[in-house]
């Protein structure tokens, strides 16, 4: 009896180890669970978390996962805070200041103007606002202005400036860049202008890594000759400016822009080329060995030679991720212990979320770390033939990152399998090493780097021309249209499951997990019906309209020379998130840049459509729009109002009216028409001006939208297409009031991000792009609140106390 009482006691569970595996992950979903929520939770419930997450997780015993869950939370809740508190409040308008400080990244020249990120001095003597912080600042050149000096910015330089500030805000657009959740996982506290060019001055020579990276982009520019020489500054340095739009277009389709921007990859081999060298060192000279063996001295010399490359490729966070994964490794080979390379990883995972928990945001971290995740899963442990571990792990990574891919950028590359097998050795063991080498001997030597250099242009140039011809063929990048978050957890599922060891069966059930994610479900309009976007472009416009068979794209936002283009920043972006791969017909309502800038780009991405526009508003046009033209697509009817047939163009005056009606009600597009073409179509084409919904003409300007024009329009919702903050002031506020004063609710896209409407059988629906996408960023949700409790303060102040 003694002995079975003895033999039923159950071993004591040993606790989870506090920087294992399992708490690396539950940390990572704490953190996810903040990063991702609509909203934050207040500062001392952050704090509360944040102590006693640590408590439980520190504490031995079977609550440690969920102490390392709970202090996530708290932990990167503390630091969305402090990234808010660093930004210039979201209710500040633009505001000049005198800045004294340094350009702490390598500036990019443009033909026009020259982009920048410069930190302010901590300087008791600044505004509290910006001391300490840091912020993008555009320098533009300004016509009669004499001599401009903004070419004369390095990188490590500190200046003074004066400079319009102005709180983060971007565009927000299905499928877009998030340029206020950019401003966040870079810190930066805001945006603005160089105001007085005039009086800018340098205040010393530049310093420090910065500078030195500037030194070598401009040596690689002046000793390298060939069309190689800008890919060798980004594959040495990370210096990406000299790519071009076209390179980054051919890149994605080519699936390889994770080898131009520097990979942990290189990383990795900069580690292990400076493991042999120390390795060889301490060969040559034995005696080395009796102060350090010669393993901690490789091992260290791989942490070295890692962290310089990091610092080189200005610590983009996949260098910082191997740097920290080489340095658990190297920790673990000093103490003489064995750290596997899920140890590893889990190790690395928790040095970068305590450090930055907010990381999780970047695509970068991701991909980083999942890539390195399934190959540790599925790559056998011990294989010698080096051939089929490379393809094996290439089919791993190319299958396994689909879903996230498809998910982050909308696209895929189908030429990327294929061509990365060809890529990845090539330019990792012959470019890459030969750029480096260069690199290390011009830091030594002026003028040592240019051979080696110049084979490395050589080298990729080999390469380039024939990747080039596969990304330009049309079938390397596969477009996918947007699919909501369940899709993304259902593709991860099935691609897990796929990736199961052979015999575990199920293969198609997991291939239909992915289905959701690669092909959604394209919910168009019926017959008779129609849809409408009105992109967020800033001070623009471009509409997308949609009926059961057909498209079409009404303006295609504003550009500038040599500056942001919406037609290939938002356009076309948008177009592809929303499923589209083809235009029927491009409408251009007049030939101004804010209208038409994007137009180029969007012919280009999709073929050519044909072009209507007012006469003698640009050249190329198909078919000339004129009152009383019109056309028939899947029950509804387009018919245009204004210009009059062979009417002299006068710009905004001679704007394409195009109404678009159906059994539930018109959609009204009148351009940028000014209060005398509203009253020649109020003589004109008085009936048919009602619509139930109607783009507020000219942004909504003093000029436009007379109350005659509003009355006889009478809709159920105007929208505005008008940048935040503009100088025009637009929508001016009587505008506004007047849309009102007859019933319309008006949505500014300034405010309400795109702005997508259907009419149909169900009648007028609209949806607010940063209503239906909630970030606890969000600038134009924080301002709202901003005055909201400005308002509840101001009333509380009053006389009734």
Not at 118 to 129: M, T
Not at 670 to 680: L, T, V
Request: contains cysteine; glycine residues 12%; aromatic residues 8%.
């Amino acid at each position: 009896m003694q002995l079975a009482s003895v033999s039923s006691r159950r071993p004591p569970t040993q606790p989870l180890p506090v920087f294992g595996k399992l708490c690396a992950t539950a940390l990572m979903l704490g953190a996810c669970a903040t990063v991702f929520a609509p909203v934050l939770l207040p500062h001392w419930a952050a704090a509360v978390m944040a102590g006693a997450g640590l408590v439980l997780w520190c504490w031995p015993g079977r609550w440690r996962g969920l102490g390392a869950v709970v202090f996530g939370l708290g932990w990167a809740t503390l630091h969305a805070h402090l990234a808010l508190a660093a930004q210039l409040p979201a209710d500040a308008g633009k505001t000049e200041y005198l800045l004294r400080g340094r350009v702490i990244d390598l500036p990019t020249h443009g033909a026009i103007g020259t982009r920048f990120v410069f930190r302010v001095d901590d300087d008791p003597a600044l505004p509290v606002r910006v001391r300490g912080r840091a912020f993008a600042l555009s320098w533009h050149d300004r016509p009669g202005s004499g001599a401009d000096p903004r070419l004369q910015l390095q990188a490590g330089a500190r200046w003074t400036l004066q400079a319009r500030l102005r709180p983060p805000r971007g565009l927000l657009n299905p499928g877009g860049f998030d340029a206020e959740r950019h401003a966040v996982l870079q810190r930066l506290a805001g945006s603005g202008n160089v105001h007085a060019p005039a009086g800018a001055r340098p205040l010393g020579p530049p310093t420090g890594l910065p500078a030195w990276r500037e030194r070598m982009a401009v040596a690689i520019a002046s000793q390298v000759r060939g069309e190689g020489a800008r890919f060798v500054q980004a594959l040495a340095l990370g210096d990406t400016r000299g790519l071009t739009q076209s390179d980054w277009d051919d890149l994605r389709a080519l699936g390889l822009t994770h080898l131009v921007a520097i990979s942990g990859f290189h990383v990795g081999l900069v580690a292990g080329f400076a493991a042999w060298l120390a390795t060889l060192g301490w060969r040559l000279w034995p005696a080395l060995g009796r102060r350090l063996p010669r393993p901690v001295a490789a091992v260290l010399a791989a942490v070295l030679g890692a962290a310089l490359y990091a610092a080189v490729a200005g610590f983009a966070l996949p260098t910082v991720r191997t740097v920290l994964m080489i340095a658990v490794v190297a920790a673990a080979r000093c103490a003489r212990r064995r750290a596997t390379v899920g140890q590893a990883l889990a190790l690395a995972a928790l040095a970068v979320l305590l450090v930055d928990p907010l990381a999780v945001l970047s695509p970068g971290f991701w991909l980083s770390f999942a890539g390195v995740l399934w190959l540790v899963w599925c790559l056998p442990r011990r294989d010698h033939h080096w051939l089929r571990t490379f393809l094996g792990a290439q089919g791993v990574v190319t299958l396994a990152l689909l879903p996230l891919t498809v998910a982050l950028f909308g696209q895929a590359s189908r030429a990327g399998p294929l061509v990365n097998l060809l890529a990845i050795p090539w330019w990792s063991l012959v470019v890459v090493p030969l750029a480096l080498i260069g690199t290390a001997l011009e830091a030594m030597l002026d003028g040592a780097g240019h051979w080696p250099w110049q084979l490395s242009a050589w080298c990729f140039d080999a390469s380039w021309w024939l990747f080039g011809h596969v990304a330009r063929s049309g079938m390397a990048l596969w477009w996918v249209p947007q699919a909501d978050r369940w899709a993304l957890l259902a593709a991860l599922l099935g691609v897990g499951w796929l990736l199961l060891p052979r015999g575990c069966g199920g293969r198609l059930p997991a291939g239909l997990l992915c289905l959701p994610l690669l092909w959604p479900s394209a919910q168009r309009p019926g017959e008779g019906e129609v849809e409408l976007l009105v992109m967020d472009v800033g001070q623009g416009l471009a509409v997308w309209i949609r009926t059961r068979h057909h498209r079409l794209l009404y303006d295609a936002g504003p550009a500038s020379v040599g500056g942001f283009d919406a037609g290939e920043r938002v356009v076309v972006p948008t177009l592809h998130a929303l499923g589209e791969g083809r235009l029927d017909r491009l409408m251009l309502s007049h030939g101004d840049r804010d209208h038409a800038g994007g137009a180029a780009a969007v012919q280009r991405a999709f073929g050519q459509p044909p072009l209507l526009a007012p006469q003698g508003a640009r050249p190329g046009i198909s078919v000339p729009c004129a009152a009383g033209q019109g056309w028939r697509w899947d029950g509804v009817e387009f018919r245009f109002l204004h210009p009059s047939p062979g009417a002299r163009y006068l710009r905004n005056e001679s704007s394409c009216v195009l109404r678009i009606g159906t059994a539930h009600g018109a959609i009204l597009l009148p351009g940028d028409i000014g209060a005398s073409s509203e009253a020649q179509l109020l003589d004109t084409e008085p009936g048919a001006l009602r619509a139930a919904l109607v783009v507020v003409p000219h942004h909504g300007s003093a000029g436009s939208s007379s109350a005659a024009w509003v009355a006889a329009v009478s809709p159920r919702l105007a929208i505005v297409s008008a940048g935040h903050g503009n100088r025009f002031g637009h929508p001016r506020a009587e505008v506004v009031a007047r849309w009102r004063g007859a019933g319309a609710e008006v949505l500014n896209t300034a405010d309400s991000g795109a702005v997508r409407a259907w009419l149909g059988r169900e009648g007028l629906q609209v949806r607010e792009q940063r209503v239906f996408q909630p970030r606890w960023w969000d600038a134009a949700e924080r301002r709202r609140a901003a005055a909201i409790l400005s308002a509840v303060k101001q009333a509380a102040d009053g006389p009734e106390g």
